[in-house]
C-alpha cells in the first residue's frame, strides 16, 4: 500500500513539472492546430464548391476540375485594354501579359517613388533642424500636415484638384529653356527622355563593364582603407576606366550601320532626309507615319528638328498600317526599324516602295515643343500616374523626415563639436560625421517606410492609375478565377517586399560599426 502510495505520489509530481507541463501543453496545441486546418479545411472545401460550383479549377475544355487546371486561364485572351503601358500591349495578349503590364507599372511607380521618398525625405529632415526660422519652420508645417491627413485624400486632392486644374496644352505653363522644357497641362506633364535605339548594345556593355570595374575599385580600395588606413583616389583609379568604356561603348555604337529607315514612294524622289526639307514649309509641314510608342519615330523627331524641318507625325497601331498610309499617299513617309518596315512591306504587298536609311545615336534625346493643341515628343507622365507618384512621395517623406531629424539628433553632440573644432564646414559636418553615424539609426524604420511606400501604390486605384493591382482586378471581373489572382497578388508584392528590404538590409549591413 505505501509502494502505490509513493507511485502515485511520484507520478503526480513528475505531471505536475513545470517542464513536463510546457511538453504536454506543446502537444496538446500542436494537436489542437492541426484538428483546426482538418475542420478549416473541409469548411472551405465544401464552401467553395457551393459557392464556385468548381469553376475556379475548370479547364480551358471544360473537361475535368482539376489541380493542374489551376491557371490554365492565364493563356488566354484577356480582352481588355490598359491605359498606360511601359511595352507593347493589345487587347488580344493574354492574362500573364496583362498582369505583366500592370506589375512593370507597379515597379515604375515603386521604384521612382522610393527614390525619390529618400532623397526628399532626408532634405526635409535636415531642415527640420535647420537654423533658418522661416524654412525650418515651413517643413514643419509640411510634415505635420502630411502626417495628419489619410494618404486617400491626399491622392484625390493631387487628382481632382490640383492636376485636373492645369491649363490645356494651347496654354499650358512651360518651365525651362527651349532645349530643355518641362510642361504642365490637362493630360499631364510633359518631360524631355532619352530614347535607347538597337545601336545602344555596345553602350550598355560599355556603361555595365564600367559600373563593375568603377564598383570592383571602390571594393578594394574600402578593404585597403580598412586594413592601412590609407584612402587612395577612388575616382581617379576607378572613375577614369568607368568614362573611358563608356566612351567605347558609344563610339562602337555609333559606326554601326543603321537601323533605322524610312519608306518611300519612288516618285516621291526622297533618297535622304534633305530631301524632306525641300517638301516642307512652315504653313505645310510634311506628313510621316510610325508606329505607336516606337523608338523609331522619337529618333525620327530628332533628326527632323536638327534639320529644323516641320512635320506631323501620324502614329497607327501597326507598323504596317504606316505602310498602308505611304501606299495610299496619305503619308509622305513612313518610319521604323529596318527589319521591321520590311516585314511590313511584304504583309502589305507594297514591293514598289523604297527604303532609304536615317542616321542613329546610341540614345536619342527628345525635348517636349508645344504644337497647337498638341505635344510634340517627350515623355508624358499621365495626370494618374503623377497623382500617384507625388502622393506617394509627398506622403512618405513626411515620416522619412522626422526619421531622419531623430537619427541625426541620437548622434552624440561632442561628435558636432570635434567636427566644429577641427574646421569643417557645416556641410562636411553633416555629410562626413554626423549622416554616416545617423545613418545606422535610420536605415532600419527607412525600410519600412519602402516597404509601406510599396504596398501603398495599391491605392492607385482611386487615381486611374492601372497598376498591378488595378489590372489584377479587372482580370477577376473578366475571368471570375479570383482564388489564382489573389494568390499572384499576395507573391507578386512579397517579392517586391522581400527584394527591398534585402536591398536595404545589405545597406544597413554596411553601416554597422565594426567592432575591434
Same mark, same amino acid.
Given at each position: 500500500?505505501?509502494?502505490?502510495?509513493?507511485?502515485?505520489?511520484? /507520478?503526480?509530481?513528475?505531471?505536475?513539472?513545470?517542464?513536463?507541463?510546457?511538453?504536454? %501543453?506543446?502537444?496538446?496545441?500542436?494537436?489542437?492546430?492541426?484538428?483546426?486546418?482538418?475542420?478549416?479545411?473541409?469548411?472551405?472545401?465544401?464552401? @467553395?464548391?457551393? #459557392?464556385?460550383?468548381?469553376?475556379?479549377?475548370?479547364?480551358?475544355?471544360?473537361?475535368?476540375?482539376?489541380?493542374?487546371?489551376?491557371?490554365?486561364?492565364?493563356? !488566354?485572351?484577356?480582352?481588355?485594354?490598359?491605359?498606360?503601358?511601359?511595352?507593347?500591349?493589345?487587347?488580344?495578349?493574354?492574362?500573364?501579359?496583362?498582369?505583366?503590364?500592370?506589375?512593370?507599372?507597379?515597379?515604375?511607380?515603386?521604384?521612382?517613388?522610393?527614390?525619390? *521618398? /529618400?532623397?526628399?525625405?532626408?532634405?526635409?529632415?535636415?531642415?527640420?533642424?535647420?537654423?533658418?526660422?522661416?524654412?525650418?519652420? $515651413?517643413?514643419?508645417?509640411?510634415?505635420?500636415?502630411?502626417?495628419?491627413?489619410?494618404?486617400?485624400?491626399?491622392?484625390?486632392? $493631387?487628382?481632382?484638384?490640383?492636376?485636373?486644374?492645369?491649363?490645356?496644352?494651347?496654354?499650358?505653363?512651360?518651365?525651362?529653356?527651349?532645349?530643355?522644357?518641362?510642361?504642365? *497641362?490637362?493630360?499631364?506633364?510633359?518631360? =524631355?527622355? @532619352?530614347?535607347?535605339?538597337?545601336?545602344?548594345? &555596345?553602350? &550598355?556593355?560599355?556603361?555595365?563593364? %564600367?559600373?563593375?570595374?568603377?564598383? &570592383?575599385?571602390?571594393?578594394?580600395?574600402?578593404?585597403?582603407?580598412?586594413?592601412?588606413?590609407?584612402? =587612395?583616389?577612388?575616382?581617379?583609379?576607378?572613375?577614369?576606366?568607368?568614362?573611358? $568604356?563608356?566612351?567605347?561603348? &558609344?563610339?562602337?555604337?555609333?559606326?554601326?550601320?543603321?537601323?533605322?529607315?524610312?519608306?518611300?514612294?519612288?516618285?516621291?524622289?526622297?533618297?535622304?532626309?534633305?530631301?524632306?526639307?525641300?517638301?516642307?514649309?512652315? !504653313?505645310?509641314?510634311?506628313?510621316?507615319?510610325?508606329?505607336?510608342?516606337?523608338?523609331?519615330?522619337?529618333?525620327?523627331?530628332?533628326?527632323?528638328?536638327?534639320?529644323?524641318?516641320?512635320?506631323?507625325?501620324?502614329?497607327?497601331?501597326? $507598323?504596317?498600317?504606316?505602310?498602308?498610309?505611304?501606299?495610299?499617299?496619305?503619308?509622305?513617309?513612313?518610319?521604323?526599324?529596318?527589319?521591321?518596315?520590311?516585314?511590313?512591306?511584304?504583309?502589305?504587298?507594297?514591293?514598289?516602295?523604297?527604303?532609304?536609311?536615317?542616321?542613329?545615336?546610341?540614345?536619342?534625346?527628345?525635348?517636349?515643343?508645344?504644337?497647337?493643341?498638341?505635344?510634340? %515628343?517627350?515623355?508624358?507622365?499621365?495626370?494618374?500616374?503623377?497623382?500617384?507618384?507625388?502622393?506617394?512621395?509627398?506622403?512618405?517623406?513626411?515620416?522619412?523626415?522626422?526619421?531622419?531629424?531623430? %537619427?541625426?539628433?541620437?548622434?552624440?553632440?561632442?561628435?558636432?563639436?570635434?567636427?566644429?573644432?577641427?574646421?569643417? *564646414?557645416?556641410?562636411?559636418?553633416?555629410?562626413?560625421?554626423?549622416?554616416?553615424?545617423?545613418?545606422?539609426?535610420? /536605415?532600419?524604420?527607412?525600410?519600412?517606410?519602402?516597404?509601406?511606400?510599396?504596398?501603398?501604390?495599391?491605392?492607385?486605384?482611386?487615381?486611374?492609375?492601372?497598376?498591378?493591382?488595378?489590372? #489584377?482586378?479587372?482580370?477577376?471581373?473578366?475571368?471570375?478565377?479570383?482564388?489564382?489572382?489573389?494568390?499572384?497578388?499576395? #507573391?507578386?508584392?512579397? *517579392?517586391?517586399?522581400?527584394?527591398?528590404?534585402?536591398?536595404?538590409?545589405?545597406?544597413?549591413?554596411?553601416?554597422?560599426?565594426?567592432?575591434?
Amino acid at each position: 500500500m505505501k509502494n502505490l502510495r509513493f507511485s502515485r505520489n511520484r /507520478i503526480l509530481s513528475f505531471l505536475l513539472d513545470v517542464r513536463v507541463l510546457g511538453v504536454l %501543453g506543446q502537444i496538446a496545441f500542436v494537436i489542437l492546430f492541426f484538428l483546426a486546418i482538418f475542420a478549416l479545411q473541409g469548411n472551405v472545401s465544401e464552401n @467553395f464548391s457551393k #459557392a464556385f460550383g468548381g469553376t475556379q479549377l475548370k479547364c480551358n475544355n471544360s473537361s475535368a476540375n482539376e489541380v493542374r487546371c489551376l491557371f490554365d486561364f492565364m493563356a !488566354t485572351q484577356a480582352s481588355f485594354d490598359i491605359g498606360e503601358t511601359l511595352i507593347k500591349y493589345d487587347v488580344t495578349d493574354t492574362y500573364w501579359k496583362a498582369l505583366y503590364v500592370g506589375f512593370l507599372n507597379t515597379l515604375q511607380v515603386a521604384v521612382s517613388g522610393i527614390v525619390l *521618398t /529618400i532623397i526628399l525625405g532626408v532634405l526635409a529632415g535636415i531642415t527640420l533642424l535647420s537654423q533658418n526660422w522661416l524654412l525650418r519652420n $515651413l517643413v514643419k508645417a509640411y510634415v505635420e500636415l502630411m502626417r495628419n491627413i489619410p494618404l486617400v485624400v491626399v491622392l484625390v486632392f $493631387l487628382y481632382f484638384f490640383i492636376l485636373e486644374a492645369l491649363p490645356p496644352i494651347a496654354e499650358s505653363t512651360r518651365l525651362g529653356t527651349e532645349s530643355l522644357s518641362v510642361y504642365f *497641362t490637362q493630360r499631364g506633364l510633359y518631360i =524631355p527622355t @532619352f530614347v535607347p535605339m538597337p545601336s545602344a548594345l &555596345w553602350f &550598355w556593355v560599355g556603361l555595365l563593364l %564600367g559600373l563593375a570595374v568603377l564598383g &570592383w575599385v571602390v571594393w578594394r580600395f574600402d578593404r585597403q582603407r580598412r586594413e592601412t588606413g590609407k584612402s =587612395p583616389n577612388v575616382w581617379l583609379y576607378g572613375g577614369v576606366p568607368f568614362l573611358v $568604356l563608356v566612351v567605347v561603348g &558609344w563610339l562602337l555604337g555609333s559606326i554601326q550601320t543603321s537601323s533605322q529607315a524610312m519608306i518611300v514612294a519612288p516618285e516621291s524622289g526622297i533618297t535622304s532626309v534633305s530631301d524632306l526639307a525641300k517638301l516642307a514649309t512652315a !504653313t505645310a509641314p510634311v506628313s510621316l507615319c510610325a508606329e505607336r510608342s516606337s523608338s523609331s519615330q522619337e529618333n525620327f523627331r530628332a533628326i527632323l528638328r536638327k534639320n529644323d524641318i516641320p512635320y506631323t507625325i501620324t502614329t497607327t497601331r501597326l $507598323l504596317s498600317r504606316s505602310v498602308r498610309a505611304v501606299q495610299n499617299g496619305s503619308c509622305i513617309a513612313a518610319v521604323g526599324e529596318r527589319s521591321a518596315l520590311l516585314a511590313a512591306q511584304a504583309e502589305e504587298g507594297a514591293s514598289a516602295l523604297q527604303l532609304v536609311d536615317l542616321s542613329e545615336t546610341p540614345i536619342a534625346y527628345v525635348n517636349p515643343i508645344a504644337r497647337g493643341d498638341d505635344m510634340d %515628343g517627350g515623355n508624358k507622365l499621365s495626370p494618374e500616374f503623377a497623382a500617384i507618384l507625388f502622393g506617394l512621395v509627398l506622403y512618405t517623406s513626411a515620416y522619412v523626415a522626422e526619421i531622419v531629424r531623430s %537619427g541625426i539628433l541620437s548622434v552624440n553632440k561632442g561628435q558636432t563639436e570635434a567636427a566644429r573644432a577641427l574646421g569643417l *564646414t557645416e556641410g562636411q559636418r553633416l555629410s562626413l560625421v554626423v549622416l554616416p553615424q545617423a545613418m545606422r539609426v535610420i /536605415i532600419p524604420p527607412l525600410t519600412s517606410q519602402c516597404l509601406n511606400l510599396a504596398k501603398n501604390s495599391t491605392l492607385a486605384t482611386f487615381v486611374g492609375y492601372p497598376d498591378f493591382f488595378n489590372v #489584377a482586378l479587372t482580370s477577376i471581373n473578366q475571368s471570375g478565377r479570383s482564388i489564382q489572382l489573389v494568390a499572384i497578388i499576395m #507573391a507578386a508584392y512579397l *517579392t517586391i517586399s522581400l527584394v527591398t528590404s534585402s536591398l536595404l538590409n545589405m545597406v544597413n549591413e554596411r553601416m554597422k560599426l565594426v567592432e575591434r
